[in-house]
């Protein structure tokens, strides 16, 4: 059995931040290249960043680049993604996905596992 599982979505206000989880359970993430993914309604999924998946370890999309951080914790067998500085176009669901193989900017085609995904909604 392999399953991913995100936490931490929720509604905040522009400017704040939330603590994004995901969570492996069936195999050990460090193995693999660690996306995440944002899909807002009406667009197409896009990735926002990655880690294990780049000669420098980690991977930012330019919209997100200084605002949001993405780290492992091996021993709970997370990933996390901590989002600063929200804004309201950062309102999205959010997935977390995995792949043994998958190679620099994180691309959906790329990625074979898939959590079921955490609402993100940054509004007044």
């Known amino acids: 059995q392999v399953q991913l599982v995100e936490s931490g979505g929720g509604l905040v206000k522009p400017g704040g931040s939330l603590r994004l989880s995901c969570v492996a359970s069936?195999?050990?993430?460090?193995?693999?290249?660690v996306g995440w993914f944002r899909q807002a309604p009406g667009k197409e999924r896009e990735g926002v960043s990655c880690?294990?998946?780049?000669?420098?370890?980690?991977y930012y999309a330019d919209s997100v680049k200084g605002r949001f951080h993405i780290s492992s914790d091996n021993a709970k067998n997370t990933v996390y993604l901590q989002m600063n500085s929200l804004k309201p176009e950062d309102t999205a669901v959010y997935y977390c996905?995995?792949?043994?193989?998958?190679?620099?900017?994180?691309?959906?085609?790329?990625?074979?596992?898939w959590g079921q995904g955490t609402q993100v909604t940054v509004s007044s």
């Open positions: 996905a995995a792949d043994t193989a998958a190679w620099g900017r994180p691309e959906v085609y790329n990625y074979d596992f």
């Open positions: 069936g195999f050990a993430l460090h193995y693999y290249a």
């Open positions: 880690i294990s998946c780049s000669d420098d370890s980690t």
